[in-house]
């Protein structure tokens, strides 16, 4: 059993989920900036990060970005904020990388083309290779998010061509539909493929997303909760908002016996580079 300290990231917004699904999804920096607050006075220490247009349109568009990050700097300046590479579906890699051009601390990176739901979500080579691109320049750390095993091996493929550079940062989102579920033979075959010292999360989507954190903590993962993937705190019950279901994440946490990591323990942890 690890007792090393956890990092729970919240997914507080995603592009997916709207406020018909749930009055708790968060549109406005304001709101952002709200439910960046509650998550990390539950213990989330990094906020992954999309925006909307304010009837809810995800949008990766620069300005919104640098409204919703300056929101939440002022009310939770030792967030890590972690801006979103992946945007909506069928976004071109422009669109999808403006935030990067407000020098965030942490992105995403996708590293493969995956069904999503009935869409594709498109990451070809070229595509990838842009992105990481743009973040390397700026010296923004990545989190490499794998819907898929091969997305794993397509990040080996990366590091050998010099695109990317470990130590790497693995998200495991299990349980999209049309790409790897969500059940625990599924991350402990994930975890035999990535290099010795890498770091690594699960965001488990829908209903495995707590029972995964479960086991991502008992294994010495971190974790990453939130409405952009999961709305219910429990069968058929709405979360009241991704705070809650980080409240739920540290109360097994303290269960296993795992401190909750502080912002500059995650910062380390993670490898973030200090500015
Ligand atoms: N909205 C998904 C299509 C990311 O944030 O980097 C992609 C996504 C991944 O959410
Ligand atoms: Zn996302």
Known sequence: ???????????????????????????????LAGEAARCFA??????????????????????????????????????????STGGAVGMTVEERTQPLELNPEFCTL???TVNF?????????????????????????????????????????????GVLEPPLHFDFVLGVPGGMTGTVDRL?????????????????????????????IARGGQVRVGLEDNLFISKGVLAQGSWELVKAVAGYAAEAGRPLATPEQAREILAIPTR
């Open 1 to 31: 059993m690890s007792t090393d300290p956890l990092i729970i990231t919240a997914a507080i917004c995603g592009a997916e989920v709207t406020r018909e699904m749930s009055p708790a999804v968060p549109y406005t920096a304001e709101e």
């Open 42 to 83: 539950e213990g989330a220490r990094v906020i992954h990060l999309h925006v909307r247009r304010p009837d809810g349109t995800p949008t990766q568009d620069r300005e919104v970005f640098r409204e919703a990050i300056e929101a939440i700097g002022r009310q939770v300046p030792e967030a890590i904020i972690q801006v």
């Open 110 to 112: 996708s590293t493969g």
């Open 117 to 161: 739901g009935d869409d594709v979500f498109m990451n070809s080579f070229p595509m990838i290779e842009a992105i990481a691109d743009k973040a390397r320049q700026r010296g923004i750390r990545m989190e490499m998010e794998i819907f898929d095993a091969g997305f794993v091996d397509n990040v080996l493929l990366l590091v050998k061509k």
């Open 188 to 216: 402990d075959f994930l975890l035999t493929t990535i290099p010795e010292g890498s770091t690594w999360m699960v965001a488990g989507v829908g209903r495995f997303e707590l029972p995964l954190a479960r086991e991502a």
